[in-house]
């Protein structure tokens, strides 16, 4: 019985994720596939490993929802959780309200900006590099099409929860900054002129 936790952690994303994935695959090749594993890892992207190699198999422990409130069950069911719950547990172990509030805003930013597109074309990259994960037939097909709502920009949600009356200067010529970097890049850069 081999227990692991959080392989990868305390390196870049893209270190961790490979170094859990080769872990995983060669749990998975020792001894034909009979090594029993407990793997926990907050890399989503290893969830597509069920069904392309034998004996994998996704868990998470439910999560319910009372009164705006989640609530974890320490109930273990099948499959991949479907998002990470780590600002949650962070106010759950006292974690100040200021700072769950700036993550829960830092991390809309930071979701709103990511692109489809970005996360469809690092799938079909992971697929692409990883040996022996190909798309199979037990992909599950894409979500039918939602009517698009109508989404507020990321600023205004940010400028709408500031805390304007404890804000200093300082603070203010930071978030500006921050702001303008997160979303007012230009496009292309100015010409240079040779002399």
């Given at each position: 019985?081999?227990?692991?936790?959080?392989?990868?952690?305390?390196?870049?994303?893209?270190?961790?994720?490979?170094?859990?994935?080769?872990?995983?695959?060669?749990?998975?090749?020792?001894?034909?596939?009979?090594?029993?594993?407990?793997?926990?890892?907050?890399?989503?992207?290893?969830?597509?490993?069920?069904?392309?190699?034998?004996?994998?198999?996704?868990?998470?422990?439910?999560?319910?929802?009372?009164?705006?409130?989640?609530?974890?069950?320490?109930?273990?069911?099948?499959?991949?959780?479907?998002?990470?719950?780590?600002?949650?547990?962070?106010?759950?172990?006292?974690?100040?309200?200021?700072?769950?509030?700036?993550?829960?805003?830092?991390?809309?930013?930071?979701?709103?900006?990511?692109?489809?597109?970005?996360?469809?074309?690092?799938?079909?990259?992971?697929?692409?590099?990883?040996?022996?994960?190909?798309?199979?037939?037990?992909?599950?097909?894409?979500?039918?099409?939602?009517p698009e709502?109508?989404?507020?920009?990321?600023?205004?949600?940010?400028?709408?929860?500031?805390?304007?009356?404890?804000?200093?200067?300082?603070k203010a010529?930071?978030?500006?900054?921050?702001?303008?970097?997160?979303?007012?890049?230009?496009?292309?850069?100015?010409?240079?002129?040779?002399?």
């Amino acid at each position: 019985l081999v227990i692991l936790d959080e392989i990868g952690r305390g390196t870049s994303t893209f270190d961790g994720l490979a170094l859990a994935w080769a872990v995983a695959e060669e749990l998975v090749r020792r001894a034909d596939g009979s090594i029993r594993t407990l793997f926990a890892t907050h890399y989503h992207e290893l969830t597509i490993l069920e069904g392309r190699l034998a004996g994998i198999h996704n868990m998470n422990i439910a999560i319910a929802e009372a009164r705006g409130e989640l609530l974890f069950t320490r109930r273990l069911v099948p499959g991949p959780a479907d998002k990470s719950y780590g600002i949650e547990v962070a106010r759950l172990a006292g974690v100040p309200q200021s700072v769950v509030q700036r993550a829960k805003s830092i991390l809309h930013v930071l979701d709103s900006s990511r692109s489809a597109s970005v996360k469809q074309q690092t799938g079909a990259a992971l697929q692409g590099l990883l040996p022996g994960i190909a798309a199979t037939p037990r992909d599950p097909p894409d979500p039918p099409p939602q009517p698009e709502a109508v989404v507020e920009h990321p600023l205004f949600t940010t400028l709408r929860d500031l805390d304007t009356d404890n804000l200093t200067p300082l603070k203010a010529l930071a978030l500006i900054t921050e702001w303008k970097l997160l979303w007012f890049q230009a496009k292309e850069s100015p010409p240079k002129h040779n002399p």
